[in-house]
Nanobody, 118 residues
Framework: QVQLVESGGGLVQPGGSLRLSCTAS????????MTWYRQAPGKQRGLVAA???????NYANSVRGRFMISRDNAKNTVYLQMNSLKPEDTAVYYC????????????WGQGTQVTVSS
């Protein structure tokens, strides 16, 4: 079975940085995109950043210029470099892998907690 394991979360002060990692293992082929989502308490899950297999990136306006998504295809790993963190970035961050059409399967990690507080 496909497994996605996130790491790198933790407690950081406002203005600090964290780097999240997500590694996919198992039988997964034809990846279309790897995406980071986040969910804060009382909020719906929302997109943070995404990267397609050809390297195209997309960012939520709230993190553009502060966060950077990257991937290592050989390692089936996606990263999220988070800089200039704000308290409103506090959330559980989830990694998602979406495979290409026609099957278009979605796989999710368990999430990693990011807390930005002084």
């Amino acid at each position: 079975q496909v497994q996605l394991v996130e790491s790198g979360g933790g407690l950081v002060q406002p203005g600090g940085s964290l780097r999240l990692s997500c590694t996919a293992s198992g039988s997964i082929f034809d990846i279309y995109a790897m995406t980071w989502y986040r969910q804060a308490p009382g909020k719906q899950r929302g997109l943070v950043a995404a990267i397609t297999s050809d390297g195209t990136t997309n960012y939520a306006n709230s993190v553009r210029g502060r966060f950077m998504i990257s991937r290592d295809n050989a390692k089936n790993t996606v990263y999220l470099q988070m800089n200039s963190l704000k308290p409103e970035d506090t959330a559980v961050y989830y990694c998602n892998v979406r495979t290409s059409l026609p099957r278009q399967n979605d796989y999710w990690g368990q999430g990693t907690q990011v807390t930005v507080s002084s």
